[in-house]
DNA sequence: CCAGACGTTGTT
DNA sequence: GTCTGG
DNA sequence: CCAGACGTTGTT
DNA sequence: GTCTGG
């Protein structure tokens, strides 16, 4: 699954990394993105514009907004025929900027222990992303525009961790996503990224609180990686 | 037909 | 909006 | 994802 | 145990 990230690098150095368009002007350095939170979001292949869109999808047809607070994630393998789903994959999709994702392991005492990841050549990227426009039916001003990542099998990197990973694609191909429309080829996208393109190592609990989101996040607890 | 749900993860 | 269950 | 709340009545 | 908010 994929409920933590960062977005931790310079807006400049992102733009450039991924040749993006218009980036937002109130850009900041994030280690440790929660749901309900705005992300870096492009949905315009033409412009590329970086734009925040809000943490956990609420379907256009949603009676309470509160449902986002649920929809983080959209399984791959499903996101094409799910009710909450189906009409932002046809025709809302979009990439998710991040330069890092948190994943949890589940330990035979209490609580849980965080592991970063990111690309081993320490580059940002985009996971695959779906994206809705809510508005209740009285108050206009109350509008939403959401998003969720979509998630796949854990690739051999993550396994030991999570059984689950966000769909990460690759910058040569990251425009596809947005420019595709047959639903084979979209499907055929959302597969895990090959596990040696990663790295991974343990972080403290500094992440589990949402209030921090200093580097410390991100920092090896040890350097004994994955 | 209407009413009610619409999700993922993990755990049991 | 659409699907499922009753 | 984790952390924290989870309720009503009545009074301030 | 489950839901909501961050």
Not at 11 to 40: C, E, F, H
Not at 85 to 101: E, H, P, Q, S, T
Not at 189 to 198: S, Y
Request: charged letters at 25%; aromatic letters at 12%.
């Amino acid at each position: 699954m994929c409920g933590r990230f960062s977005m931790a690098i310079d807006s400049d150095d992102l733009q450039t990394a991924l040749a993006l368009g218009q980036m937002p002007d109130d850009w900041k350095r994030r280690y440790n993105i929660a749901p309900s939170q705005p992300v870096a979001a492009v949905r315009d292949p033409e412009t590329k514009r970086v734009e925040w869109l809000q943490w956990g999808l609420v379907p256009f047809w949603a009676k309470d907004p509160a449902i986002g607070s649920r929809l983080i994630n959209a399984r791959s393998e499903s996101v094409f025929e799910k009710p909450s789903f189906k009409y932002a994959f046809r025709k809302r999709r979009c990439l998710i900027l991040a330069d890092g994702f948190y994943e949890w392991q589940k330990t035979s005492g209490k609580g849980s222990r965080p592991f970063y990841f990111s690309m081993r050549s320490g580059e940002p990227f985009a996971f695959a992303g779906l994206w809705e426009f809510w508005q209740p039916k009285d108050q206009p001003g109350e509008a939403l525009t959401t998003c969720t990542i979509i998630t796949t099998a854990a690739n051999e990197s993550v396994a030991p961790v999570h059984e689950r990973m966000p769909v990460i694609l690759r910058k040569e191909t990251m425009w596809d996503w947005l420019n595709e429309s047959g639903e084979t080829a979209l499907l055929s996208m959302l597969q895990p990224i090959p596990a040696d393109w990663l790295r991974a190592w343990e972080v403290s609990r500094a992440v589990n609180d949402v209030r921090q989101d200093g580097p410390e996040c991100a920092e090896p607890v040890s350097n004994s990686p994955a």
